[in-house]
T-cell receptor, first 111, second 115 residues
Framework: DQQVKQNSPSLSVQEGRISILNCDYT??????FLWYKKYPAEGPTFLIS?????DKNEDGRFTVFLNKSAKHLSLHIVPSQPGDSAVYFC??????????FGKGTRLSVIA | DAGVIQSPRHEVTEMGQEVTLRCKPI?????LFWYRQTMMRGLELLIYFNNNVPIDDSGMPEDRFSAKMPNASFSTLKIQPSEPRDSAVYFC?????????????FGPGTRLLVL
């Protein structure tokens, strides 16, 4: 049973527009959430995180929103750039337990 | 720092053969993780170590899989005997709990193909 779900396997967005990647989770005890970005032939790299005590965290073009009541988080990229084309993984953890990852969403930013 | 180093980057082997994947974590990191990535299951945690001690191996799919961490700078993941369904990308990651909540640094992965 997947505790972290990314229901959209892929997403295409035009350059300059907003990309919104979604993630749902089932474990209400998760208290830390992260997004990782993965290019082909490379390992995932950390992008942005948010603690459950916040509902928004922003870092440049990237913003993560957390809706605890809906058990939902999203990653907004604005404006989207061709270099943002990658697979994005959502991950969550409870206390000091290891991260649980979603299956990933492949983002394609079209010039 | 060179980051997490994995070898080999690619491995092609025949069913029944032993496969050994290697990982050198970032110096000073106290956690090491082994993951497997497939299209169907995404990123699955296989096993993780803290200070060279295996903490949780519940993700290891079968007894054919084993992992060791003889010292702080080296870990292996072994599959014996290998089967075609083991074909996947295997990632090693390390982290340092002192940096705050879990930010794992991943290696480039080993792409395994079992024929």
């Amino acid at each position: 049973d997947q505790q972290v779900k990314q229901n959209s396997p892929s997403l295409s967005v035009q350059e300059g527009r907003i990309s919104i990647l979604n993630c749902d989770y089932t474990n209400s005890m998760f208290d830390y959430f992260l997004w990782y970005k993965k290019y082909p032939a490379e390992g995932p790299t950390f992008l942005i995180s948010i603690s459950s005590i916040k509902d928004k965290n922003e870092d440049g073009r990237f913003t993560v929103f957390l809706n605890k009541s809906a058990k939902h988080l999203s990653l907004h990229i604005v404006p989207s750039q061709p270099g943002d084309s990658a697979v994005y993984f959502c991950a969550a953890s409870e206390g000091n337990t290891p991260l649980v990852f979603g299956k990933g969403t492949r983002l394609s930013v079209i010039a | 720092d060179a980051g997490v180093i994995q070898s080999p980057r690619h491995e092609v082997t025949e069913m029944g053969q032993e496969v050994t994947l290697r990982c050198k974590p970032i110096s000073g990191h106290d956690y090491l993780f082994w993951y497997r990535q497939t299209m169907m299951r995404g990123l699955e945690l296989l096993i993780y170590f803290n200070n060279n001690v295996p903490i949780d191996d519940s993700g290891m799919p079968e007894d054919r899989f084993s992992a060791k961490m003889p010292n702080a700078s080296f870990s292996t993941l072994k599959i014996q005997p290998s089967e075609p369904r083991d074909s996947a990308v295997y990632f090693c990651a390390s982290s340092l709990i002192g940096e705050g909540r879990e930010t794992q640094y991943f290696g480039p992965g080993t792409r395994l193909l079992v024929l």
